[in-house]
């Protein structure tokens, strides 16, 4: 098996280093996912956040225990596509990921309703805005005062006393109902706008949940096993977590 090594960045406390990719079953999957009609590209020297690395730490122990395929999922930078290209997405790579012949752990990471002060390109000001575009290995004190302020922020939100949009919880219920009941194309026909308005502008990461349940209902019906649920104004988000296999055929 190849494996080339792609960087955490270590952020919010969680550890940096290499991350193993499995290069070959990468560029399988993305050969196949190009061939299914679905535009993807491959990088070389991809960064990944916690948004990847804290569900590797927690179920595994570490961010090199096992070789992955990072799929990247954009749920942050404007103009976001319409979410049934997540589920399209998913869906090809689950299909390629089945094509592997062996077994696959898919794992979709995100918040559910969410609203963090994070920063949009066009109304942000201009040092803010070519960090967003040129941020990509910031200097450790400009890291700390980024991570410090959202720290700020959480304990605001938490206490209360912010501005930002409160969790919603019977959203966060909803849509991680209709993604254990198997409807996914239903969801195609809600609007960005919709996420937004009902869970902040961050809850585009459910794009990731999405992609993830087309990836494994593209082998067949599943079930989900274990599901919990809890909004937690101290982390500024509705915290979900969900575990699901494919049924026997």
């Known amino acids: 098996m190849h494996r080339c090594r792609r960087r955490v960045v270590g952020d919010y406390g969680l550890p940096a280093g290499p991350l193993p990719v499995d290069a070959a079953a990468a560029r399988r999957i993305a050969a196949a996912v190009l061939a299914d009609g679905i535009d993807v590209a491959v990088s070389e020297r991809m960064q990944v956040d916690h948004g990847f690395t804290q569900p590797l730490h927690l179920l595994f122990g570490a961010i090199d225990a096992v070789p992955v395929v990072p799929v990247f999922v954009n749920c942050v930078a404007e103009p976001l596509g319409p979410v049934t290209r997540a589920r399209l997405l998913g869906a090809a790579v689950g299909r390629a990921a089945q094509a592997l012949g062996r077994r696959v752990l898919i794992m979709g990471s995100g918040g559910l309703s969410h609203d963090p002060p994070v920063p949009r390109i066009q109304d942000a ?59 996914l194309e239903s969801i195609d026909a809600r609007p960005n706008d919709w996420f937004a308005a009902n869970g902040g502008h961050s809850a585009h990461e459910v794009r990731t949940w999405i992609a993830a349940y087309a990836a494994l209902g593209a082998a067949g019906r599943y079930r989900v096993d274990t599901s919990f649920y809890e909004a937690i104004p101290e982390w500024i988000a509705g915290f979900g977590l969900t575990t699901a296999r494919t049924l026997p055929v």
């Open 125 to 183: 000001p201009p040092e803010i805005a070519e960090r967003l575009i040129a941020g990509r290995d910031p200097a450790p004190e400009v890291r700390a005062a980024r991570e410090s302020g959202v720290v700020r922020a959480v304990a605001a939100f938490a206490a209360g006393d912010s501005h930002l949009l409160p969790l919603n919880p019977g959203w966060d219920a909803d849509l991680m109902a209709l993604l254990a009941g198997g409807d």
